[in-house]
T-cell receptor, first 110, second 112 residues
Framework: GIQVEQSPPDLILQEGANSTLRCNFS?????LQWFHQNPWGQLINLFY?????KQNGRLSATTVATERYSLLYISSSQTTDSGVYFC????????????WGAGTKLIIKP | NAGVTQTPKFQVLKTGQSMTLQCAQD?????MSWYRQDPGMGLRLIHY???????DQGEVPNGYNVSRSTTEDFPLRLLSAAPSQTSVYFC???????????FGSGTRLTVV
């Protein structure tokens, strides 16, 4: 099956720093999403981005489908950005099955 | 607009007991699914449904049953709980291809 690898596994930053999270996937996809799981366990959909670039405030994401990777950028980090960031993909022809990476645990220190 | 509602939020079961986790959505989405999340891992698909009356197995279906009698509801049944089913369970909906998923707030289940 399709493999989804996220890096780095852990990231500790000071408030105000910028960060880049990476997601590599091993097959063609028709759906790629980035999620933030906050310390209370809630999953927040950040981006639906099977290709191209999107921006939402301090967050932006880029997916290069031909090279099978996606990047999530967080600028001017705030303590509320802490949590785990997941990349999840739906392989073409897989019929609605999201395959998840193991996540990047981000800690923003004040 | 509640989105996706899961109940209960927490549950403790004894080995061998059965129970049903409830999931309801008010987004009129055809596609619903159940995932489990074990500590330090991403989510894994248990079962999914592409519409009322249609369900299929995901990656880890053993020990779980589902049914989809209405568009709004997609309950997950544990037939005979085992400690290996201790996990956080998430229900999700989406409109279909080319759309993002929306997740409920999760049910934390402990089997002792």
């Amino acid at each position: 099956g399709i493999q989804v690898e996220q890096s780095p596994p852990d990231l500790i930053l000071q408030e105000g720093a910028n960060s880049t999270l990476r997601c590599n996937f091993s097959d063609s996809v028709n759906n790629l999403q980035w999620f933030h799981q906050n310390p209370w366990g809630q999953l927040i959909n950040l981006f639906y981005i099977p290709s191209g670039t999107k921006q939402n405030g301090r967050l932006s994401a880029t997916t290069v489908a031909t090279e099978r990777y996606s990047l999530l950028y967080i600028s001017s980090s705030q303590t509320t950005d802490s949590g785990v960031y997941f990349c999840a993909v739906e392989r073409k022809g897989s019929n609605y099955q999201l395959i998840w990476g193991a996540g990047t645990k981000l800690i923003i220190k004040p | 607009n509640a989105g996706v509602t899961q109940t209960p939020k927490f549950q403790v079961l004894k080995t061998g007991q059965s129970m049903t986790l409830q999931c309801a959505q008010d987004m009129n989405h055809e596609y619903m699914s159940w995932y489990r999340q074990d500590p330090g891992m991403g989510l894994r698909l248990i079962h999914y449904s592409v519409g009322a009356g249609i369900t299929d197995q995901g990656e880890v279906p053993n020990g779980y049953n589902v049914s989809r009698s209405t568009t709004e509801d997609f309950p997950l049944r544990l037939l005979s709980a085992a400690p290996s089913q201790t996990s956080v369970y998430f229900c999700a909906t989406h409109r279909g291809l080319d759309y993002g998923y929306t997740f409920g707030s999760g049910t934390r289940l402990t089997v002792v």
